[in-house]
């Protein structure tokens, strides 16, 4: 195909389920590509030979490669080099930001154009490999002798152990939940990553030989000491995020029917709450419910209360549309699912009846003035301008920190004033031997971020354990 041909190929879309439709359910927006429409994606990548998307990805996936197998319909290559590249490349091509990485700097993305919808194609790839079989490793390698404890089987984790496994060292990976999967299993909701998937992908790294250890919280059942010292192993990978809320402390966080995004989700995400009392764990329900934030957690709380049953489920954030770090396609989601936006709006306090529930939420309105650290305008209060939502349920989604749970049984780790790991460019601490990665060093980002993590770790923990 020539260059012209190629140009001349509109960007495919992502065929979804009706929005009146999924907004009752909790099954999946998005239904994938077929070969025919992945195959004219494909067909898009002009096969540049800087590949700017190649450095664009956090886990450095070759681009140019996959696509160039896809377009020419041949599958088993394209999941080859995918799946060399990507521990979790079906995890990705869903929830990744690929607007801000690989597909920001890709070529067609320039001036008008519209970039190749890499994570769409990484989607179709990752499913077929996984339906085919074509995933599933045909031999282990040699083992090396050495022994890696992975702390938190999360984005970070879970690719760290598998690069790992893949460079024959024995792997455990001591998970504090019943569950593998971190924030991919009790943040991000059913309607956007199948619990399946995170299965499919955690079974392949152990048939990679890396075993799963739930139920072992890494700072109580066991020390980072005892790991290193008892239990026989030569190094030690920290990815146990940064799962602990921040609130806003405001006047009635205290009332009943007031979360943290972290438990809102974690309850129905991890526990089943939307199916009580069929299990044990219940969830607030609303008729009316109000998040308060703009990132993907606050999006991803928002649609669930909305599944939940609530008539009005709305969006409360301080700055505008602009400034919201939301993925644009979840952004576009929730708007055709119903959500209220209610933008430069931030709330005061939090209203109660007699009996103790939210009643309602007070806002002020808010204006943008002059850029603030983070490079967008901050937002100031309009005088006089309260006013109140009438709601049951109010979540606030506006971040994480990290838990002191682990680093106060190992206080020779060096922290920030934050409280998160440091380490130095190939993820070594302060202590020999012990690597760290994804939210708990570099703070609340995404996936993919924590995941480049994992596999730089992996590389330099090799590195490390070989040297000797």
Wanted: glycine residues 10%; hydrophobic residues 45%; contains cysteine.
């Amino acid at each position: 195909m020539t260059l012209k041909e190629r140009m001349k190929i509109a960007r495919q879309q992502m065929p979804q389920r009706p929005a009146e439709v999924r907004a009752a359910d909790f099954d999946e927006v998005n239904l994938g590509f077929d070969l025919r429409l992945a195959q004219l994606e494909a067909q898009r990548c002009l096969e540049c030979k800087d590949a700017p998307c190649i450095a664009g990805c956090p886990v450095r996936l070759d681009v140019p490669a996959f696509l160039t197998h896809l377009a020419s319909a041949d599958l088993r290559g394209a999941a080859d080099v995918l799946l060399r590249d990507n521990a979790l490349p079906a995890i990705t091509g869903r929830v990744c930001p690929q607007e801000e990485q690989c597909e920001q700097v890709c070529v067609r993305g320039k001036g008008h154009g519209c970039p190749v919808a890499i994570g769409h194609l990484e989607r179709f790839v990752a499913d077929w490999a996984r339906d085919s079989g074509a995933a599933t490793p045909t031999q282990r390698p040699a083992p090396s002798g050495f022994r890696v404890a992975v702390v938190g089987a999360g984005p970070a984790g879970l690719t760290a152990a598998g690069e790992l496994a893949r460079r024959g060292h024995g792997v455990a990976v001591f998970e504090a939940l019943h569950a593998p999967g971190g924030v991919l299993r009790y943040g991000i909701p059913e309607f956007r990553l199948p619990k399946a998937i995170i299965d499919a992908e955690v079974r392949r790294l152990e048939d990679w030989g890396v075993e799963v250890i739930p139920n072992v919280v890494i700072g109580r059942t066991l020390t980072i000491d005892e790991l290193l010292t008892q239990r026989g192993f030569h190094a030690v990978f920290i990815a146990n995020g940064a799962g602990l809320p921040v609130f806003m402390n405001l006047p009635g966080e205290n009332l009943k029917g007031v979360y943290s995004a972290n438990e809102f989700l974690t309850r129905i995400n991890l526990m089943g709450a939307w199916r009580f009392p069929e299990c044990d764990t219940p969830v607030v329900t609303a008729r009316r419910a109000v998040v308060v934030g703009g990132g993907n957690t606050a999006m991803d709380a928002v649609r669930t209360a909305r599944r939940l049953g609530a008539a009005e489920a709305t969006l409360v954030y301080r700055r505008s549309r602009t400034e919201m770090p939301a993925r644009i396609e979840e952004i576009a989601h929730a708007e055709e699912e119903g959500i209220v936006f209610r933008l430069l709006c931030n709330p005061v306090r939090i209203l109660g009846d007699e009996a103790g529930w939210v009643r309602g939420i007070e806002c002020v309105r808010m204006e943008l003035g002059e850029p603030d650290d983070s490079g967008r305008r901050r937002p100031v209060v309009v005088p006089g301008s309260e006013f109140t939502i009438d709601c049951e349920l109010v979540v606030e989604a506006i971040g994480t920190r990290a838990n002191p749970l682990l680093t106060t049984t190992t206080p020779d780790l060096k922290l920030n004033p934050r409280g998160y790991i440091v380490v130095d460019d190939a993820g070594m601490t302060s202590k020999p031997g012990v690597f760290a990665g994804g939210d708990i060093a570099r703070g609340a980002a995404t996936v993919i971020l924590a995941m480049g993590d994992g596999k730089r770790a992996a590389a330099a923990i090799d590195a490390w354990l070989r040297k000797g």
